[in-house]
């Protein structure tokens, strides 16, 4: 590629204009010039971000045909659907960097895209239903947050609709619960083998300590992320204590105690392996949510075809009649 | 009374099986649009069947719940269109089509019941259904006249959902006792014929030469799909007796 | 067309064989000569009786997931596998006639076919497996037992092993009644109500009176048909009574009588207009049983095709091979 | 004891949702010699799991029907592979293939039991376990030699289900303690492996490079299909609690 020496000095005057805005934290927009890194780096976390909304479907779906109440039925089909939509917005954000749906489609049926981890595990009962809302979505919501000031324009605005959208689906996961920790004693035995299932994977969630986490940092310089993965980790553990004292039921980690001296919580030990064993993988669900994935799109190809072939056709009539 | 909480529990088991069906979608659609498109109408409908049912329980003293997962089959009202499989997409769409394409009819002329009950969530319902029509009968449009595939898949789905239309717009001596309060399916039938008939047209397919299959479903007798589809639908809940969720 | 004298010559011979083997109530075997009518006849009647085999799979198939012990699920399992074997036998036999397997399933598939209307009603209880077990497959074997001394040599070879298979079917949709009539209040009224759906359709099975029946005249100079429709439909009425009794259920039909004067069992009206409603393709399933067919038949053409092109292959390397 | 009847209790369980599964394909399958083959593959292994799970019941005084119908899905102990969905002819071929070339090496071991009950089973096993695995080999190779469309598809099939393959070979506390009455799962890898190889070899398919799930099955943890497979077997049974059949 060539590149000419007006090009070079376009590119000296963006990148002057894109230090400014990152340094006075200000937005950074579509059309603006922006070093190729941030881009990847954006496209990246973001699409990444869509598929976990659309993966993360998965999960969850699984219990809609069979919820036990029809209130609750409702309220699981309108939070599943919130996931597509999620999934909508920030694939529309992504596309304004670039890549196109059919790319980043691509890229995760055919392994080649990552998603969050949490949805390689099953769900076997309907106690899962509440663990995720209230636990999942409740990390979520502790590390998107800060995303809604994230310095990419149509990244921050797509994550302040999220963000609402999340804080509600994690109240109602704490209704399920408490709902189940007040019931028979079966339910209630259901909610706590749920919230034992869910909550290590949950602080897996933030990723692995600081000092462990190689791109943090120049996503803290470019103001991507905002806090550290642990700093973010103690405000979610801190949010659940109280939490499982309401439910009544009891918090997996017995090791967990709060230091007085730094004001902070500290965990048991994270069990890292399991961690990389399924971002690797090799987690108990990886192959089942990527076959549905693949599954739902082949069975719908055909669809697809017919819905461009009719707007090409659609297209075609109005120009003659032009 | 008794006879107008039969006919909200005809009203609302159509809505409750149709929108557990549309549920079956979710994660699964053609596209994520039409995860959300789906999603919505099964939203809309199981909104409408907990309106329904919570009336027609009034009448037994019983709640929606108590309805939708503790009766047994020969108990539910549903007509058999509904219980048809959800197939593919095609199948799905037409069943759609039909099937709003009804209830356009039904909950116009059910907005001007005596009942102000029925009334109330017919108008309500009215607008959401309009919307599930022009959604199924654009798709219409597309799959008929999209590629030679979708073409011969819309043609077969239509002529397998056919059948179950004239089950729609039978009366029997609940609707007879019901003037004033519900209209006569019968009486809705030229309406459904008029909307079926200008999208097929725009579509360029053939009404189905089909013979009608005799549905009894008002009566409790269903097809061999609604065995499959309760059992999902209630087991849960069956299996925790006097547990609240 | 052009009939040659010593072409015409042979078909004399020929009929003279066929007329001596009937009169002898011999059988007639693939390479002998028949006359046109009577194969056609057999093509018509072995189709169709194998048609029923394989719709008749689906009432029942639709209760294999759900049979409520083990020991009935091995039991229903053997049954319908029972029925396509039944399928297969048939279709051999018809394949004798000059007809493939291909168009007599193209004819199914397409509706140009008939099979039995009793196969057009649904199987909402398991009950329904019982029923089915007594009344139709009973209706069957009084049909299908004179059909073992068919003229035609296939077709009654091939009854002989259905009909053996028959009535052990018979005796274990007998035994599912009898211990859900003998069971809970609840199993008994099941079994009732199956009864009561099966009862009259099973009547119905015989066709219409002999006096409405076109065909059977020259089928029963044919030594295909032995009895008239009224006499099988007596014979089995008969066989029913007793059984009813030890099952402890009522029959449906309340105007059944025994005549001591002609020692036959009088019937209560049978509706014939339902009987041709079902016929004319407006039963209850007759939609759901097509459908059911040609969906398992286009979800297979794949393999079909796969199998097939395989065995070309085979062929082909063979040939080299040689 | 315990042990052994936890033993029988896993295969007992393969075996009854392997059944359960491929008795969905009856009445559907690609020819009518399939309805037959698969269907005798079921009744086989309905055998099977009846015979195990009645001698699992005796440690605790529960039937065959006891064990199948009363128990909830974290007491079940099959492995995910037999829980995966029966899919196209060609999942279910090769979810055959794995699991059946996974029981000829395990019948064939356990027909040496010091337990004699579970040496009778696996003596009687080996011979149809065996044919089960020719049917799927034959199909594997028609199916990878066929169409490109076939291909294709058997392809996709053996990555979708290989995942499943090496829950079928750990070893735990209970198969170490069993020595002598049950060979340990890895000792079967190796012949499991060669018959795979060599029929791949044969169809000209390879080794699929994917990521083994991990599998819970014998601790009670099942994947997503599972609940939905049990809610369809027991339903009829638990509705009639205390009934006979």
Redo the contacts between chains.
């Keep these: 590629m060539v590149t000419t020496t007006a090009e070079l000095a376009e590119d000296e005057d963006g990148r002057a204009r894109f230090d400014a805005l990152i340094a006075a934290d200000q937005r950074i927009e579509p059309r603006d010039w922006m070093p190729d890194k941030y881009r990847r780096t954006l496209v990246r976390q973001i699409s990444q971000h869509a598929h976990s909304e659309i993966i993360g479907m998965q999960p969850e779906a699984n219990w809609i045909t069979r919820a036990p109440s029809l209130k609750r039925k409702a309220i699981l089909m309108a939070k599943v659907q919130d996931e597509a939509g999620h999934g909508l917005y920030l694939y529309a954000a992504a596309q304004t960097l670039g890549i196109s749906r059919e790319e980043m489609t691509a890229q995760l049926i055919e392994g080649r895209a990552r998603y969050s981890s949490i949805f390689n595990y099953h769900t076997p009962t309907w106690a899962d239903m509440g663990a995720i809302g209230w636990l999942v979505d409740g990390a979520a919501i502790c590390n998107q947050v800060p995303l809604c000031r994230a310095s990419y324009g149509p990244y921050g605005r797509a994550m302040v609709r999220i963000c609402k959208e999340e804080s509600f689906h994690q109240r109602q996961g704490f209704e399920i619960l408490y709902e189940l920790s007040h019931g028979t004693p079966e339910q209630k035995q259901m909610a706590q083998d749920a919230v034992d299932r869910w909550y290590w994977p949950s602080l897996m969630m933030f990723g692995p300590s600081d000092d462990a986490s190689p791109n943090s940092a120049q996503s803290m310089a470019w103001n991507i992320k905002r806090f550290s993965n642990d700093e973010l980790r103690q405000r979610f553990v801190g949010m659940c204590v109280p939490q499982f004292e309401a439910l009544g039921l009891e918090c997996p980690d017995k090791d967990l105690r709060y230091d007085e001296e730094t004001g902070t919580w500290i965990t048991g030990e994270i069990d890292w392996d399991e961690f990389a064993a399924v971002l690797d993988g090799r987690g108990p669900a990886n192959a089942a949510r990527l076959r549905h994935r693949r599954e739902a799109h082949d069975d719908g190809a055909w669809v697809r075809e017919a819905a461009a072939e009719y707007a090409r056709k659609q297209h075609d009539s109005e120009r003659v009649a032009v | 009374t008794p006879p107008v909480a039969e006919y909200a529990m005809r009203l609302g088991d159509d809505a409750?099986i149709l929108s557990?069906q549309l549920?079956?979608w979710?994660?699964?659609?053609?596209?994520?649009?039409?995860?959300?498109a789906l999603?919505?109408i099964?939203?809309d409908l199981?909104?409408h069947?907990?309106a329904l049912?919570r009336y027609a329980g009034t009448a037994s003293d019983r709640s929606?719940?108590d309805l939708?997962?503790w009766r047994d089959?020969?108990e539910f009202r549903s007509c058999w269109l509904v219980e048809q499989p959800n197939g593919?997409?095609?199948d799905t769409i037409a069943r759609q089509f039909l099937f709003s394409a009804y209830q356009v009819e039904l909950y116009q002329a059910l907005a001007t019941s005596t009942d102000p009950s029925l009334g109330a969530i017919a108008g309500k319902a009215e607008r959401e259904v309009a919307y599930h029509l022009d959604h199924a009968a654009q798709w219409m449009?597309?799959?008929a006249?999209?590629?030679e595939?979708?073409r011969g898949?819309i043609t077969v789905s239509l002529g397998?959902l056919y059948?179950?239309v004239d089950e729609l717009f039978e009366d029997d001596e609940l609707t007879d006792r019901l003037a004033g309060v519900a209209p006569r399916p019968s009486s809705l039938r030229a309406g459904f014929d008029r909307t079926v008939a200008s999208v097929l047209a725009e579509a360029d397919l053939e009404t189905p030469a089909?013979?009608?299959?005799?549905?009894?479903g008002r009566r409790g007798?269903?097809?061999?799909s609604?065995?499959?589809l309760l059992?999902?639908?209630q087991?849960?809940?069956?299996?925790?007796p006097?547990?609240?969720?």
């Design positions: 409750l557990q549920g079956g979710i994660s699964r659609a053609p596209e994520l649009e039409e995860d959300l999603g919505n099964a939203l199981i909104g069947a907990r049912l929606e719940d939708a997962f089959e020969p593919h997409f095609g449009l597309r799959l006249g999209g590629t595939e979708s898949r397998d059948p179950y089909v013979k009608p299959a005799r549905g009894d007798g269903h097809t061999a609604m065995g499959y059992a999902e639908m087991w849960l809940a069956r299996r925790h006097g547990a609240t969720w």
